[in-house]
Nanobody, 123 residues
Framework: VQLQASGGGLVQAGGSLRLSCAAS????????MGWFRRAPGKGREFVAA????????DYADSVKGRFTISRDNAKNTAYLQMSSLKPEDTAVYYC?????????????????WGQGTQVTVSS
């Protein structure tokens, strides 16, 4: 199983980025997909998750109204559209896949993880 995150970069505050997570080696439509991040000096935290069918999504309070998670099961890819970026969004962003019954914030629930992509927001 491989989850390849991409799309990170350097952006000014107020800008936008779209992250992609390309999955291979698994039946993508059977997994909920999540995005997490690790800011410098902090632990990994939940950002957003989307259900298998793209019918249900959940967000951390810190990103609600600014970030949108989605997926394309035909392309085995999940996305995180990030808008109105703030310096505090600076982090390494990871995608993850969860075979469980419900969309969850819980890090241990996720079965597979990508390698991460760096997002840096300058003030």
């Amino acid at each position: 199983v491989q989850l390849q995150a991409s799309g990170g970069g350097l952006v000014q505050a107020g800008g936008s980025l779209r992250l992609s997570c390309a999955a291979s080696g698994l039946t993508f439509s059977r997994y909920h997909m999540g995005w997490f991040r690790r800011a410098p000096g902090k632990g990994r935290e939940f950002v957003a998750a989307v259900s298998r069918s793209d019918s249900n999504a959940d967000y951390a309070d810190s990103v609600k109204g600014r970030f949108t998670i989605s997926r394309d099961n035909a392309k085995n890819t999940a996305y995180l559209q990030m808008s109105s970026l703030k310096p505090e969004d600076t982090a390494v962003y990871y995608c993850a896949a969860d075979r469980g019954d419900y969309v969850t914030h819980s890090i241990p629930a996720y079965d597979y993880w990508g390698q991460g992509t760096q997002v840096t927001v300058s003030s």
